[in-house]
T-cell receptor, first 110, second 115 residues
C-alpha cells in the first residue's frame, strides 16, 4: 500500500492561498489521492480526491503531478477556521481502507 | 454530503465497566464501517473493519475480545469497550463507506475517559 509524506507543520497568512504538499512516490495506478482535515477533537472532514487530473470543488483544488508521485492541496483564500491537521491519504481500492499518515498541522495566522 | 452520526460524543466511565459507542449512517447504506482510535497529538489508528452481517476484521494488536464490534444492519455499527481501563481512554472515531471511489464519511468522534 502506498504511503504518504507531508511536512509536519505550515503557517499561512489569513486571506492568502495555502499550498500543502504531499509525496506519494509508491502510489499504484488505480489508487486515488484523498485529502481530509481534522479540526481539534472532531472527526475528519473530507476535502477532495483525485486520480490523475486536477480537481476543484468549493473547498479546495487538488493538483496532481503527471507522474502521480506528488500532489498539492490548495486552499485559495485561507481563513482562521481552516486551521487544522490536513491528511493526504492514498486509497486502497481493494478493501477501501484509508492509510493515515501524520498529516500537516496548518496554522492560519491573522 | 452524507451524514454519519456517532453517539455519545463524550463519555466518562468507571474502570471495569463496559461502554458502547454507536455509529449510524443516516442517509445511505454502509456496507463497510471502520473504527479508529486516536491518542492525543497522534494520527488515526485503524482498529477494525466491520462488514454488515459478518465478523469484524481486527488490525494486529487490537484485542477482539476487548473491543467488540457489531454491524447488524447497513446503517448501524457498534463498538463496545469491555472492562474498560484508564489506558483505554482515547478518542474513538467511526467512518462509513459506500464503496467504490467515493469518500468515506466520518462520525464526530467519541471521547472516552476511564476513571
Amino acid at each position: 500500500d502506498a504511503k504518504t509524506t507531508q511536512p509536519t507543520s505550515m503557517d499561512c497568512a489569513e486571506g492568502r492561498a495555502a499550498n500543502l504538499p504531499c509525496n506519494h512516490s509508491t502510489i499504484s495506478g488505480n489508487e486515488y489521492v484523498y485529502w481530509y482535515r481534522q479540526i481539534h477533537s472532531q472527526g475528519p472532514q473530507y476535502i477532495i480526491h483525485g486520480l490523475k487530473n486536477n480537481e476543484t470543488n468549493e473547498m479546495a483544488s487538488l493538483i496532481i503531478t503527471e507522474d502521480r508521485k506528488s500532489s498539492t492541496l490548495i486552499l485559495p483564500h485561507a481563513t482562521l477556521r481552516d486551521t487544522a491537521v490536513y491528511y493526504c491519504i492514498v486509497r486502497v481500492v481493494s478493501n477501501y481502507q484509508l492509510i493515515w499518515g501524520a498529516g500537516t498541522k496548518l496554522i492560519i495566522k491573522p | 454530503g452524507a451524514v454519519v452520526s456517532q453517539h455519545p460524543s463524550r463519555v466518562i466511565c468507571k474502570s471495569g465497566t463496559s461502554v458502547k459507542i454507536e455509529c449510524r449512517s443516516l442517509d445511505f447504506q454502509a456496507t463497510t464501517m471502520f473504527w479508529y482510535r486516536q491518542f492525543p497529538k497522534q494520527s488515526l489508528m485503524l482498529m477494525a473493519t466491520s462488514n454488515e452481517g459478518s465478523k469484524a476484521t481486527y488490525e494486529q494488536g487490537v484485542e477482539k475480545d476487548k473491543f467488540l464490534i457489531n454491524h447488524a444492519s447497513l446503517t448501524l455499527s457498534t463498538l463496545t469497550v469491555t472492562s474498560a481501563h484508564p489506558e483505554d481512554s482515547s478518542f474513538y472515531i467511526c467512518s462509513a463507506d459506500r464503496g467504490g471511489t467515493t469518500e468515506a464519511f466520518f462520525g464526530q468522534g467519541t471521547r472516552l475517559t476511564v476513571v
